[in-house]
């Protein structure tokens, strides 16, 4: 057993200033997350429960099994839109009659839980993070159908959300909907493309057209019940195959039908012997610098997220600016590359196509630790084939078919994002540290970059630079950079699963491994052609 110690000075006036950046910057993304939480504005959740309705997180607190934890994914989508933080939906991960599930919740305060092009970006990630590891879904129902206004953005891309429910059945996973409300127009399939639907007395309501829209097309008179109620879809037209009294009644069927499902994972099970880290998660708080600059030891890392701070290394005099081993996380086997020193040189790239690889013949999952600036350029790099080796890096991650999960611990630039499994390259999970950055290359050095085009640029024209106005665009350009690539933007694209305390990370890990087991663990030996 080779058990990390640490070299973290926690009394350092170093530490301290690092725990306090990063505690500012998570109170500022729970400040977020409580913005999230209240959808559409607390009148609207005020009307909703003066109807009698619960919210829908409240639905899926009852829904799992009781102190069993609910993991939300993309909490920040659309931050920085029109729309309210969220897309309108909730997202996540739940355990319902031991089941792990993923669970998708209309969130009826915002615009009656129409779907605007920020649900549909945040609910298809849903869809393939349930396809990717086999878990059934289960979509709690409360939407009026599209926002109208934005249609143009939703309907041929949100399409494609009919279709992977479809498939998700045909791949023998279960798919269920519990309707609490309106379930209309394109929002109707969503229980018809279902294997179970559950609905509610007097509350559900489904059809492609409500009596306007009938109206206006046919000239027909009708009203909400018999165009679509609950009722008449069990007792009439057959959608329905669970008729409930009410919202908690709906909430017990849903359970009931997964305890009936027979579920089984597919992957193998974790070792019972699990042993919590030697070094203390708290430490997680003061290792990061607000600087990414600085370098930090991914070792430090690593101590605090492993069983037992065992961490056997691979390799660990060749390439160093890469750390490569195997542990285990909540008993799962886990193959860990993490960043050491940001710059990714030969010697690594060829050391982590080989780990990759190895990872491949134990089918063992691997975990991308991401702070990295990217490959090493000028002349002697270039001559010394780093295109090549960074290349072969990215052909390994690229085909390599055991399941990979990547945590953004500080920035992710360049190719060096693509070597390190960035969310182009299907890690099954990515999550962020606050301190995460994510751009081509960072703020100073694109402002440079442009500013030595213009400057051989004007030189080529014979003209004299203005150095004025050099600096003031290199001001405009650090300025835009620095915060296109901070966190909250990018999580709000959904270039994330979520943006998590570093405490908290061990736990996360530990709920995404549990949840790839659903589905095998499944390895390749077909790689494309190496450039040795």
Known sequence: MTVLKTALDVRSDEFASNRDAMLEKLADIDSLHAKAVLGGGQKYIDRHHQRGKLLARERIELLIDEDSPFLELSPLTGYGSQFALGGSLVTGIGVIEGVECMLIANDPTEKGGASNPWTVRRLLRAHTIAKENRLPLVALVESGGADLPTQKEIFVPGGVMFANMTRLSAAGVPVISLVFGNSTAGGAYVPGMSDYVVMIKDRSKVFLAGPPLVKMATGEESDDESLGGADMHARTSGLADFYAVDEPDAIRIGRDIVKRLNWKKLGPE??????????????????????????????????????????????????????????????????????????????????????????????????????????????????????????????????????????????????????????????????????????????????????????????????????????????????????????????????????????????????????IHNAPVESTRLFGVFRP
């Open 270 to 515: 974790p070792r019972v012997d699990v042993r919590p880290p030697r070094l203390d998660e708290e430490d997680l708080l003061g290792i990061v610098q607000p600087d990414l600059k600085a370098p930090f030891d991914p070792h430090e890392v690593i101590g605090r997220i492993v069983d037992g701070s065992d961490f056997d290394e691979f390799k660990p005099l060749y390439g160093s600016s890469l750390v490569t081993g195997w542990a285990r996380i909540h008993g799962y086997p886990i193959g860990i590359l993490a960043n050491a020193r940001g710059v990714l040189f030969s010697p690594e790239a060829h050391k982590a196509t080989q780990f990759i690889q190895l990872a491949n013949q134990t089918n063992t999952p691997l975990l991308f630790l991401q702070n990295t600036t990217g490959y090493m350029v000028g002349k002697e790099y270039e001559q010394g084939g780093i295109i090549k080796h960074g290349a072969m890096m990215i052909n390994a991650v690229s085909n390599s078919s055991v399941p990979h999960l990547t945590v953004t611990l500080g920035g992710s630039y360049g190719a060096g994002q693509y070597g390190m499994c960035g969310r182009a390259y299907g890690p099954r999970f990515l999550f962020t540290w606050p301190t995460a950055k994510n751009a081509v290359m960072g703020p100073e050095q694109m402002a440079g970059v442009l500013s030595i085009v213009a400057r051989q640029a004007a030189e080529g024209r014979g003209q004299v630079y203005d150095e004025a106005a050099d600096a003031a665009m290199r001001a405009a350009v650090e300025g835009q950079i620095d915060a296109d690539q901070d966190v909250r933007v990018t999580s709000g694209l959904v270039y994330d699963d979520g943006v998590i305390d570093p405490r908290d990370t061990r736990t996360v890990l530990g709920i995404s491994l549990s949840v």
